[in-house]
């Protein structure tokens, strides 16, 4: 197989000049915010939300993305500081406050912690209670229990981490590391680098 550095290498993210060339390469959340930054670009969110927003500049020069538009909540909810019972319904306009946190607790015990499936769960059910959302979260935990736990889409590295050494129980940290610089510095039409058995042989 050929040797990394006679394959194409990724250019230097200044130079990249349309959204379809910016999404083959992996760039690190804080590359992405700085070109942001120096494009004049909306900085906040996650690490591909960034990326959309460059790759949507870059093909059509519009600063405003599509994909910030947000509808503001109807419910006047303040869930800072609102009394909560279990009868309490989820509104539209629903956080993860300490407010909420203590809640939780109350109910559920001290080793109450939000996690991406209960957060997940307590956006996407507007018009339910609170008690359904204790419910909700014990059964998240029971699966979770019994399953690994769910990474990220944006964290790469771990998921890559993950499958390197389920795959290669014999190999450590150091050869997932090592193998991991040379696969990010490969293009990828996705632009998500994942861990496939011939990265074993990348040199």
């Known amino acids: 197989m050929p040797r ?12 990249v000049s349309d959204g379809a ?16 930054r120096t494009l004049g670009l909306k900085r906040t969110g996650g690490k591909f939300l960034i990326l959309d927003r460059i790759a949507h500049f870059l093909d059509t020069g519009e600063r405003e993305f ?16 609102a009394p909560l019972t279990r009868e309490t319904v989820i509104t539209d306009s629903y956080k993860n406050t300490q407010n909420v946190r203590r809640f939780f607790k109350s109910e559920l015990g001290d080793s109450f912690k939000f996690n991406i499936a209960f957060m997940e769960w307590m956006r996407t059910n507007t018009g339910r209670t609170l008690a359904d959302a204790c419910v909700a979260y ?7 229990k019994d399953t690994p736990a769910a990474i990220p889409d944006h964290n790469q590295f771990n998921q890559y981490t993950r499958d390197f050494l389920d795959d290669n129980p014999d190999l450590s940290m150091d050869d997932v590391r090592r193998v991991w610089a040379l696969k990010i510095a490969l293009p990828s039409e996705t632009g998500r680098h994942r861990y496939v058995r011939s ?3 990348l040199k």
């Open 138 to 144: 014990r059964e998240i935990r029971a699966v979770e």
């Open 21 to 36: 060339e910016l999404r083959r390469w992996y760039w690190s959340k804080e590359e992405l915010v700085a070109h942001a």
């Open 66 to 81: 599509p994909g910030d538009v947000t509808v503001k909540p109807r419910s006047k909810c303040d869930w800072h500081s």
């Open 4 to 15: 990394a550095k006679e394959l194409e290498r990724r250019p230097d993210i200044g130079q």
């Open 199 to 201: 990265d074993l042989k």
